[in-house]
């Protein structure tokens, strides 16, 4: 199926998003399920992408505004912390950055090295304080 | 419901929601449909039947050969993923009368998803019937006031003075010549139990109204104000700095409407801020901005101040 293109598309068609049955998803975190070919979870708009959001942790106060906020579901929070930037599916549209109410996220060339990047984190200019 | 009531408390804890809602989708980077997506989808741990008619979201998170959703989602046409919807609540209750659900006890939620050209315009009189038939089912209205997946012309949903490709601003002309329908007095005037109108930036009244809407037996209509980066003309990274703007200047006003009647306001911004700043933060106004037009500037505010009085009255009266 997954050579066909979209030319080839056919009325009525079913794109399953995981293989096999499925039983008990709102309890099953994205590492532990069995995600098909079909999910667009399989694939990366990296390419898109031309500055990348980096974090630096220890500016991080663990808020999830980036979290709530992310269109594109690239934020990764675990047990109510922020964990890591899902590369693959970040956009780099920048919300995340603008929503942070401390320096803990910032735009970088999509090129340049996140160690990097940490080295030389900016000085905290004025910190952005959000109510919600 | 206890449970996930509790889950969304606060932000910290709503943020422990598995997506069922994926990744590299085609939606532009910004764009607000993803993330009211997000917002109504982990406001429940229950199964979902989800429907989307044409439009950005459709287009954008089934192409062949992927699906961006982790739950049973169809497309079918522009106009009727309303009455998809309605026609699996109505095959659900018919099979669990007749004693033939595997999983009796598992009721899920049915969910349709529309632009506001699907919603405003070419899907209306489906919807409307789903609304009089009283199917147990959510119809939730992204509204980002154009039809955008065909490149920005002007729907019912388009509010006056903006330019759009088919009402375009220009020499002789300030853009969109009519008023934005008033979808909201529309719906709650079908007698339907629960009207809601949201925003994704305040996402705790969102997901409250998303909760209630889930809560009520029958129809549920939410108009949910989704800011598009690319017909409404700013960078990516402002879709929360503009959806701010929208509800704290009450362009967008937050407030339910229960059984037709009983209105209730359900934010009332501390500092008001001027229209002027919010259609000034969006290409698709930037020419009010000339001397030509700016006494339109003036109208919208005292049509913003007109409506925002309305509401503030119709909740006081209790009518
Ligand atoms: C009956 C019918 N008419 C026209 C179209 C072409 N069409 C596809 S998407 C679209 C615009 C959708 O606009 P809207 O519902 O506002 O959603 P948005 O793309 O803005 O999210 C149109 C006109 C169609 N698919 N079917
Ligand atoms: S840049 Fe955009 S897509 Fe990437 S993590 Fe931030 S909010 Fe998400
Ligand atoms: S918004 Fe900033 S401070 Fe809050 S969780 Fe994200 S990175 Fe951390
Ligand atoms: S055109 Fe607008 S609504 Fe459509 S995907 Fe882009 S930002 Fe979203």
Not at chain 2, 79 to 93: L, Q
Not at chain 2, 221 to 244: G, H, V
Not at chain 2, 290 to 297: A, D, N, T, V, W
Request: charged fraction near 25%; proline fraction near 4%; include cysteine.
């Amino acid at each position: 199926m997954l050579e066909n293109g979209w030319d080839t598309f056919e009325i009525g068609t079913i794109l399953r998003p995981f293989e096999g049955a499925v039983t008990d998803i709102v309890n099953t975190l994205p590492e532990h399920r069995n995600y098909s070919k079909s999910n667009s979870f399989s694939i990366s708009v990296a390419d898109w992408r031309i500055e990348k959001p980096l974090l630096n942790l220890e500016e991080c106060i663990h808020c999830q505004f980036c979290w709530i906020y992310c269109p594109d579901m690239s934020i990764i929070s675990r047990e109510k912390k922020m964990v890591t930037i899902d590369f693959d599916h970040c956009k780099g549209c920048g919300i995340c950055v603008e929503v942070c109410p401390t320096n803990a996220l910032l735009m970088f060339p999509e090129q340049m090295d996140e160690a990097e990047a940490l080295s030389n984190w900016p000085q905290e200019e004025n910190t952005k304080v959000k109510e919600n | 419901m206890t449970q996930i009531k509790a889950k969304t408390k606060n932000l910290k804890n709503f943020s422990t929601s598995t997506e069922r809602f994926e990744g590299s989708n085609l939606l532009c980077p910004g764009c607000a449909h993803s993330i009211i997506v997000r917002e109504v989808l982990n406001a429940t741990d229950d199964n979902l039947i989800l429907a989307a008619s044409t439009g950005c979201l459709e287009v954008c998170t089934a192409v062949y050969p992927h699906t961006s959703w982790d739950a049973s989602w169809i497309h079918i046409g522009f106009e009727n993923g309303s009455s998809a919807v309605a026609g699996a609540e109505a095959m659900h209750k018919a099979l669990k009368k007749k004693g033939r659900l595997k999983q009796p006890e598992r009721t899920p939620k049915f969910v349709a998803f529309g632009g506001d050209g699907a919603t405003y315009d070419i899907g209306f009189q489906w919807i409307s019937g789903c609304f009089e038939r009283g199917h147990d089912m959510m119809y939730v209205c992204l509204d980002n006031e154009v039809y955008a997946n065909t490149g920005g012309q002007r729907s019912s949903s388009t509010p006056i003075g903006a330019s759009a490709t088919t009402s375009p601003a220009g020499r002789t002309s300030y853009g969109e010549k009519r008023n934005k329908k008033d979808i909201m007095a529309i719906m709650a005037a079908h007698g339907a139990p629960y009207v809601a109108q949201v925003a994704p930036n305040k996402w705790k009244d969102m997901v409250k109204k998303i909760q209630t809407g889930f809560a009520t037996e029958g129809p549920v209509f939410i108009n949910a104000m989704s800011a598009c980066t690319t017909e409404w003309k700013f960078a990516p990274e402002d879709t929360i700095a503009i959806s701010d703007l929208a509800t704290e200047s009450l362009v967008f006003p937050l407030y339910e409407i229960i059984d037709g009647t009983e209105l209730n306001i359900t934010y009332r911004p501390k500092n008001v801020i001027p229209v002027r700043d919010y259609l000034g933060a969006q290409g698709r106004f930037k020419h009010l901005f000339s001397k030509q037009y700016e006494y339109l500037i003036d109208e919208w505010q005292s049509r913003v101040d007109a409506k925002w009085e309305y509401l503030q009255r119709r909740e006081e009266a209790r009518v």
